[in-house]
């Protein structure tokens, strides 16, 4: 289930349903179904008389368009949030409403319809990025997780691209743009956590060091012959930032904090909570927790080095 709210103008994406739970057949049926029930007006005919089923397609989906109730009628809602999937429009149908909707500046119209497009395909969306992280070697947490943000990821996509009025093709066969975007959202999240490997990337532009071996500059060195020794590593800037963090009250500038930032820290470093408790705890997505974890020690930082600089000159 995804809720949806506008923050600052911004459409942000809340999961109630975690995506930690185990895949069932039930997800593998929901992609199939989904896949048929779009095949008519969404898959590209593979023959010769391709152009002819394109412009027959276009045909009907205007068609039905212009059969729609007047915009924002109680017979209007009922149509765009039909449960039946047999009864429910195709999707390249909701895509025109939602940009009727933007250009009528209703954004709660728009939110609704936006709703029910997720709703429809996230039994989809969310086999399909479990099914292509198996592809990589992953403890099964880490798994989940990055799949719960893969599939963050491409509603973020499917957002922007259905906001744009330009990319027109969303309405004449959302199945394969959405097939587009799944691709290039794999692409971009695996190539941020360091495990894209593209031939023809610029070598000298900045690359993020993969998770993994991250993961072992702290451990020791183990040696041939049985002997292991431990690395010392000495980072400068480290040091200074934490001379720095000694002349300061720290748990005040916590305190001075936004509460959703305060609370994040307070269960992570002072109670020692895990991420996916505290999503629990505040209900929240683990998203949102590392967010606001990443943007409350920003603040910490900033601080910090401000007061720093002035101490030490």
Sequence with gaps: MITQTQIKGKLTITRKTPILAEVTTSLRHQEEVWNSMEQETSQPEKDVNYDHDLLRRRTILASQFQALPAYGSVEFWNLIEESQLKLALPLEVLVKCIRVAIAREDNAGKKRIFEMIFRRTQGANEYWSLQILSRIHLPSEERCMYAHDLYADLCERVIRALHDSRRQFWE?????????ERKHAYQAFMTR???????????????????SLIGRLDQPVQYANGESIEMDLVDEQAQQALLAVEQHDLPLLILNLPEKLRSVIWLIFWEGRTEKSVATILGVSDRTVRNRLRKALNLLRTVIETEGNAIHG
């Design 193 to 211: 956590e360091g495990r894209w490997y593209n031939q023809h990337a610029h070598e000298s532009g900045t690359r993020r060091i993969p998770r």
């Design 172 to 180: 004449e066969n959302f199945k394969h743009c959405l097939c587009f």
